[in-house]
């Protein structure tokens, strides 16, 4: 059974900090996904890796792929209270994906 | 372009009870996904319908069950609701059945709680 684990699962810091969060599997998979979720809101894909080693930036957000293609990292730099919400990351095919946890960021003020 | 829209927002049911959800796919979408995301989860894989079949599906009892329509919009059906069938009910749509650069578009999710 192929599994996603998310850390941390809840995330608290202050606007201007950087943050790491992480997307870890003992299983590979051939293309990852993050989303962000807002509350009362569905999941919004923010971007998708495919290849081993590859890294996308979507302006302060950075994205990267593990090369063994089992782990994700989403790094956020000086963060805002915009970027506030639960992350996911999700793998497997497209009609069925897996998805972690989440990690629930909270910026403030 | 519309998205996906779901209906309704909020429900409540009694256990025992049967429940129908609506979704209406992004335009031009032949695709679509259901998923369930109980409190503090992320959302788990119910199944799928392309073109109007069962096209995939996760680890739910038969008691879920699904239709697409000619229009590609479809309804998710629950039957002999249980306590921990609460949740959030999320359905996606897409382009494709399988391929990665075809995206999931989710709509907001119909909110069910059963007493």
């Known amino acids: 059974t192929q599994l996603l684990e998310q850390s941390p699962q809840f995330l608290s810091i202050q606007e201007g900090e950087n943050l790491t969060v992480y997307c870890n599997s003992s299983?590979?998979?051939?293309?990852l996904q993050w989303y962000r979720q807002e509350p009362g809101e569905g999941p919004v894909l923010l971007v998708t890796?495919?290849?081993?080693?590859e890294v996308k930036k979507l302006k302060r957000l950075t994205f990267q792929f593990g090369d063994a293609r089992k782990d994700s990292s989403l790094h956020i730099t000086a963060a805002q209270p915009g970027d506030t919400g639960l992350y996911l990351c999700?793998?497997?095919?497209?009609?069925?994906?897996?998805f972690g946890k989440g990690t629930k960021l909270s910026v403030k003020p | 372009e519309t998205g996906v829209t779901q209906s309704p927002t909020h429900l409540i049911k009694t256990r025992g009870q049967q429940v129908t959800l609506r979704c209406s796919s992004q335009?031009?979408?032949?695709?679509v996904s259901w998923y369930q995301q109980a409190l503090g989860q992320g959302p788990q894989f119910i199944f799928q319908?392309?073109?109007?079949?069962?096209?995939g599906r996760g680890n739910f009892p038969p008691r879920f069950s699904g239709l697409q329509f000619p229009n590609y919009s479809s309804e998710l059906n629950v039957n002999a609701l249980e306590l921990d069938d609460s949740a959030l009910y999320l359905c996606?749509?897409?382009?494709?059945?399988?391929?990665?650069?075809?995206?999931?578009?989710f709509g907001n999710g119909t909110r069910l709680t059963v007493t």
């Open positions: 996606a749509s897409s382009l494709s059945r399988g391929a990665y650069n075809s995206p999931l578009h």
């Open positions: 299983s590979v998979f051939s293309s």
């Open positions: 890796v495919v290849t081993g080693g």
């Open positions: 999700a793998g497997g095919s497209q009609g069925n994906l897996i």
């Open positions: 335009s031009g979408h032949n695709t």
């Open positions: 319908y392309y073109r109007e079949e069962e096209n």
